[in-house]
């Protein structure tokens, strides 16, 4: 368990980045932080793994408070993926790159092994084991990273912007990935700006504004608390749009929801829209 | 629409303080002069007249503040000790302190204050010019005397370079910390914690060149012909021009009386 | 222009601030070295010795700013970058007990030069941590000439060998892609080089 | 008026063993705003580098066929030539600020003080762009500390002020959040209407759906489809090979399963509400 309680972050000029900050992050849990560019979604997940350090109240991971751990030793427990990944690669090769830790860390060769071979086939970079990581496709490069943290084992994993530059193939594997992990009981928490994702694959959202978090609920109320989409300022999905425009019920985030509302409820649906229209 | 600020660029860039709107060509020649005198005069006393004047020029030009950290910093670091090894490593005749093996001679002593006030005087120049003068100045007056655009961006650019590599910097020593790289451990650690830092520094860096060099290129920089610059610096004075005159020929007077004596 | 010296104009300026980052990094993981000149030798290797030489250049006029006596061993940073430039040429980069070796030549210019040029500039005496240890040799009786020589040439190995394996570790891992766009870069690509398309 | 053509392209980067483009005809006309999508390596940044000239000016590596702009080879063209006729943005907002100025007033004038304009003209166009952009509140700010977003914007602002016809914008928004994506394609909406012929690469679908002329979509180093937005983005099969579509054109896919009414897939959220409230009329 992640529990961040009470927590404010300053930087060492003075500048608050979040305030009163509390958070329960349960094993196996997956959670998606969304808003927009300087609500303070990264400072707030560095407080995880202690990259920052609280400036009042606490973190705890798994009973360690992070004040009394260096982030080397934190990074035991949370993995995390940052944005980009080219601000951490430098191994010649990318087995190499997914291995480095693992000789860091000394373990034996079989279970370095055991542990590479996973790692590699949950994000999909099988054919490129033996090319120089920079030479791999940008994309690409970012499931590098996610190897490198998955190999770690690590119950809680925190990924900065997965999405983007991903084609429909990237997407299909981060969400196979996830689901993987959250079988073995592992916790996924993402930071995001695609909504859709959000909508497709996490029930709980985070929603920040403003250094704060300013909801934390399933991702259909989120998507329907119009307070806060406004104040997150969140591009809702468009399927969730739609069934607001046609005042249809029922929080519906997703396709299938909607046409089932559509099939069911056409009557109802057409009274509301042909009355907001006309 | 800010159009003060817009339009203010069809005058020339001036502060208002004479010696920073002074032409960095100017300058240059002037704090050439000051560099010379310390190394014809060979005096101690006149070192340290020189080294009070750029702390008044300093005052003159509203810099004083950030001269004199450097100054100091450089004064203490260098010149300081430049002025103790002399002090204790010179051999002489008339011993003034013996310590264990070291002998501390007046000889010694009388070597160490003139070179470290020397050595303090000349690099002043130095110091004091880059504080009153704005590198993209600089620059300016060295296209104007027909140096290529790419000399000032790849000089300007270092500038920046420094930097932004230096705030990649943090951020890559997070990533690698987060990863479970120990930075703050024992030497061993902290020595293999080199490469994961530069290793990623250096090569984002070059990727980054080649994004840089593509944008560049779309905004004509390799474009064959003579740029026009938004900035631009007034054309000397009159009377910039009599100081620097009069200056010039004092100083050669000032050289050449002192060759004769 | 030709293509492969445009990267170049936008690689010196990295050089630069590689010359001068590494000093913060070394700072922030309290190492005692230097290692100041890894920017020039790697542009030297990648580009050739001009541009390496430029890099040189210019990081030793910046750090002149706050410490105007390095000006006097300007040549010593436009050397390295020069003779970074002919090694790489030669193969040299290319092994690391050959590029270990070389740290002996850069020694030579950075400890031989760089000592004639304190005796020159600063009768044996500079200002930092070697100037001590040359005072302590003179007391003991070397000549001024002879002491400076044997601290600077020392303490520059000293820098010189993780200097340049750094940079060996360094250019082994540019990609391939990148090296085909550099003057020198092919040197360093290896025979197998299987890079997929973009 | 065919305005850039391609004509059997293919081409290959040093040390490839791929074709990262392989066969490519097609003809771009003037005044149209291109989508052009497909899974990642299928050869959409490697057109915008072949259009813009950077292969074979800055890329090495084989090209083969012909490409010509306003009918001159690509080859033909001098490289400084062509960046005074195409515009060229992509996604990395951090390399695309020059590093040598100090205001962003400087840095979006930068490239007209290259193309050597005289000091009124290139101050006066200068605060054209500032005004027609929205960027007043950024001129005295030094490019160096924006964030991601805003230097996006201040990087269309100094392309835009060279004034070119073609535009070649590479994934403009894969880095920046939606509120500064909105303001990306704000920019791109007055582009187009300005008559530009535009190269879009992006993988937002639905922004593609909703600007777009034409959509070409590539897969493996050649054009798969080509045609209008309604058409192509419409298509259920590019979901299986591995391309978005945009989620109303799935759900229209869907309700037409469930035997509901659609005249025609919607690709567009108001497309969509159009043919909800429609179709439910009709069935009524």
Redesign the interface.
Known sequence: MIELKDVTFAYPNGYIANENLNLVINNGERVAIIGQNGAGKTTAV?LM?R?NKPTTGDVIVDGNNTKER???QI??Y???V?QNP??????STVAMEVEY?LK??KLDQKDIDRRRDRAVELTGIQDYLKMNP?DVPYSLRKFITIA??LA?ETPYIILDEPTAGQDLQGLKTLSNMMDALQDEGRSVITITHDMEFVADHFTRVVAMANKQIIADDTADNIFWNAEVIKEARIKEPQIGEIAKELGLKGNIIHRRDLVDALSHQKKAFIRGGSNEKE | ???E???S??KPQLTNNWILDMNPLSKLNLLIILFIIPITVQSWKWNVMIIIFYFLVALVAGCFKRFTR?YL??GL??GL??FV??A????GENLLYKLW???ITQEGVDSGLQ?STL?VA??GA??LY?IVTRA?DFMYMIEKLGAS??I???????????????E??K???????????????N?RQ???????????????????????????????????????????LRSLPVGEKAILIAANIAFIGFVVWRLMA | ?KQSH??T??????G???N???G???L????PIYLDS?GTI?VGALCGGIPGA?VGA?SNI?N??????N?AYIILNVLFGLLAGFLAKRGVFNSLWKTTLSALAFAIVGGGLGSRITYWF??G????TT??I???L???GFSANTGVFITEFFADILDKIPTVI?VF??LQ???AK?LV?LPQGKLFIKEKADTKGI | MSYIELKQVSYQYPLASEWALNDVTYSFEKGKLYGIIGANRGGKTTLCNLV?G?IPH?YQGELMGQVLIEGKDIREWE??QL??EI????Q?P???I???K?TV??EI????????????E??ER??QV??WLKL?DL??KNP?NLSGGQRQRV?FA??IV?NHDILVIDEPTSQLDPSSTAEVFEIIHMLKEQKKTILLVEHKVELIAEYADEVLVFEKGQIASYGSPADILSRKDLMERGISIPSVALLGHEMREKNMAMDSIPITKSQALEQILKGGKNDD
């Not at chain 2, 000032?152 to 932004?164: G, P, R, T």
């Not at chain 2, 012909?225 to 631009?232: A, E, G, V």
């Open positions: 560095k793994n990259l260096t982030t080397a990074s035991a949370v993995g995390y940052f080219d601000e951490q690669i430098f191994n830790m860091y860390r920079l490198v943290v770690m | 629409m800010d159009y600020f817009a339009y660029f069809k450097l910093r450089f670091m260098v000790l430049l090894l002399r204790l490593f010179i051999p093996f070291i002998n070179f050595v000349i690099c130095i110091i880059s993209k655009r790419v000032s961006y790849v000089i300007l650019s270092s500038f920046q370079s420094i930097i932004d590599l230096g990649m910097s951020v890559i020593l997070d990533s690698q910390r987060a990863r479970g790289i120990e930075t703050e451990g030497i902290r020595i293999k914690a080199f490469i994961p830092i530069l290793g990623p520094l250096f090569l984002g860096a070059i990727s980054n060149a080649e994004e840089k060099a593509i944008a560049m290129d779309a905004r004509a920089f390799s474009m064959p012909i003579k740029n026009t610059h938004l900035c631009h | 222009m445009k990267l104009i936008f690689l010196i300026p990295i630069v601030a590689v001068f980052i590494c913060q990094i070394i922030l993981l309290k190492l890894i790697a430029i210019i910046l002149s700013i706050t410490n105007p006596t000006m600063f009768g005496l500079g200002a930092g100037g001590a040359t005072g302590i003179m007391q003991m750094i570790l360094i891992r540019i990609p990148t766009k | 813009r950077f800055f490289n400084h960046s005074t515009g060229y943005i992509f990395n951090f390399s695309q020059s590093g040598v100090e007033f400087e004038a930068l490239g007209l003080e290259n193309l050597g304009v005289d000091k009124d290139m101050i200068t605060i500032v005004k007043e001129i005295k160096n990087a100094s392309i060279m």
